[in-house]
């Protein structure tokens, strides 16, 4: 599969020769997907699943959901988090550090994209867009 690169140059996935398994394996254990209340606040969420969100949802019109097709479990939203790191579909970062974004895809072919802001190592999800063509591809 052909990866896509973004127009904004820190929003591309890296070449798969420029991240090592060591670097990928090491970055694995360094970040975590946000779930719940303490690192989340729900305005990507329409539907609150297990994510224990006070209130449970709130959406914002700017954001993207990432359960706008279904509920997306916490525990799903992790495992494709961890194989978005395991396949390397991670924007550029160095040793050491964390990159800004992560891409994964469900078994629907949906593309989702975590994001956190460097050097946090929290991130939070959502799907992207079908005004997201290049990206989605």
Not at 1 to 28: G, H, N
Not at 69 to 85: D, H, K, S, V, Y
Request: charge should be positive; charged fraction near 25%.
């Amino acid at each position: 599969m052909a990866r896509q690169q973004s127009q904004m140059p820190k929003r591309r996935v890296v070449s798969p020769d420029a991240l090592t398994r060591a670097m990928l394996d090491s970055l694995a254990l360094r970040v975590r997907y946000a779930l719940g209340p303490r690192d989340n606040n729900g305005h990507h969420k329409l539907r609150p699943a297990d994510y224990g969100f006070v209130p449970p949802a709130n959406p914002r019109a700017t954001k993207s959901v990432c359960d706008k097709l279904r509920p997306i479990l916490a525990a799903e939203a992790t495992a494709l988090f961890r194989a978005g790191i395991a396949a390397g579909m991670t924007s550029l970062f160095e040793d050491g550090s964390t990159p800004k974004y992560i891409w994964a895809v469900d078994a629907d072919g949906e593309v989702y994209e975590a994001k956190t802001h460097p050097p946090d190592v929290v991130y939070h999800g959502y799907r992207l867009g079908e005004d997201e063509t290049e990206m989605r591809r």
